[in-house]
């Protein structure tokens, strides 16, 4: 089960904010990189733990299928006992073998019983797959984020300093007060450490997600990504598995009502007279007292309460969906909005304060708040995209596939 990734923007000059800010179409995905969901599931001890799992016959369903083993008898009968069996001649010798008959259908009930338990393990191995992949399809997404962020930082501080060259020129020229010129050194020094703490939430980003999948530093230099697609979610398929287990336990304690029947069979020597001769017997319980009443009535309560917590498991994931589809759908409106409404008319007004600031129409001040709203905005989108990627990684979680074809990768060093 996989999770879903992101698509991100990228600002590339201090005059143009190219993006993509649909996250719907798809980015193309770097050859030959190797999946981040992949690795992490790979590297889980979860999937190690599948892995061990044997590959042929269940060992369970094996062991269910097998019948009792056959026992071998053998009884000392008349010696030393009182005239005429005081020592060993009047000895009977009797050796038998038999075998317990299983009667009630309790080979078959033992049978379904060990499949669905292997039923049930196997939906609740995939359920925490799922979790794996969700918690890495996260990290990925954190990557992509602070790798903008951090591109965002970088870029308003470079813009900081092409301000303040401009600001310190007219200074020298003594067309504005050097007041400016230290407000614009601030905002440059601000926007330095701005820069370097983007670059150390991405590293952290960054080792977050190599660590999903077993490596304590990154072997990678880039993050790419795009959506997924849709399935089951094993949370609740799982129940449909343990109700079907909780019936065969019902079916097995309801054989366990009928008596087995053992028979034997053998040879008896009768030493006193140097005779032989068959013998041959059965014996069965007779359930006047334990016909397993109290097994089958909490095995009765078992299903019931399974099917119970079938249900409440349901409106769980629904209710989650329910929230992880409107955080989605809020990040998506987000997202194109900003796109479409706000981004082109905060970089206008930037381009338009930056030309008139160098043409002294428009002051420090100006820019300043032109290039913060430009900014604020653009981190906001890289935002709203990044939580609908997240809402996504819950969605699919939720719903136990993925959204789409899964496209993404990262690039290696």
């Not at 010696?79 to 259908?105: A, C, D, H, K, N």
């Not at 962020?149 to 003594?174: F, N, P, Q, Y």
Request: proline residues 5%; contains cysteine.
């Amino acid at each position: 089960v996989i999770a879903g990734a992101a698509v991100f923007l990228c600002v590339a000059t201090p005059h143009a904010v190219r993006a993509n800010p649909d996250p719907k179409p798809p980015i193309p995905m770097e050859s030959g990189t190797p999946a981040p969901v992949g690795q992490g599931l790979a590297a889980s001890p979860v999937s190690s733990a599948g892995v061990q799992e044997p590959s042929g016959e269940d060992p369970r369903i094996q062991q269910a299928g097998l019948i009792p083993n056959p026992e071998l008898g053998i009884e000392f009968e008349n010696f030393l006992g009182s005239e005429p069996s005081r020592e060993f001649e009047t000895l009977e010798t009797t050796l038998s073998i038999s075998q317990l008959v299983e009667l009630g259908g309790k080979r078959a009930a033992r049978i379904r019983l060990a499949s669905s338990e292997k039923e049930v393990s196997s939906w609740d191995y995939e359920a925490k797959r799922a979790d794996v992949a969700a918690e890495v399809a996260k990290a990925f997404v954190e990557v992509l984020s602070a790798q903008e962020k951090s591109v965002l930082s970088g870029e308003m501080a470079r813009l900081a300093k092409e301000v303040l060259d401009v600001v310190s020129a007219r200074v020298t020229a003594g067309k504005i007060s050097p007041v400016e010129e230290t407000k614009a050194s601030v905002a440059w020094s601000i926007g330095r450490i701005d820069l370097e703490r983007a670059k150390l939430a991405l590293e952290g980003a960054r080792k977050r997600l190599a660590a999903t999948w077993g490596s304590a530093n990154p072997m990678f230099s880039k993050a790419v990504g795009q959506l997924d697609r849709i399935s089951r979610n094993p949370d609740v398929a799982r129940w449909a598995a343990e109700i079907e287990q909780r019936r065969a336990l019902l079916d097995q304690d309801r054989a366990e009502r009928i008596p087995d029947v053992t028979i034997s069979a053998g040879i008896r020597r009768f030493r006193e007279v140097e005779d032989t001769s068959f013998v041959a017997g059965a014996t069965i319980p007779l359930p006047l007292f334990n016909r397993n009443q109290g097994k089958i009535l909490e095995s009765q309560y078992r299903i019931s309460k399974a099917e119970s917590e079938r249900a409440a498991a349901g409106n769980r994931v629904l209710a989650a969906l329910s929230d992880a589809y409107q955080a989605l759908a809020a990040g998506y409106v987000e997202a194109t909005t900003l796109k479409a409404a706000v981004l082109p008319g905060a970089q206008s007004a930037f381009e338009a304060t930056s030309e008139g600031f160098r043409q002294g129409k428009f002051g420090y001040l100006d820019v300043l708040d032109a290039q913060r709203t430009l900014f604020e905005a653009t981190g906001r989108y890289v935002e709203a995209l990044a939580a609908y990627h997240k809402a996504v990684a819950d969605t699919e979680r939720l719903v136990g596939g993925e959204l789409g074809e899964p496209v993404k990768s990262i690039e290696t060093k």
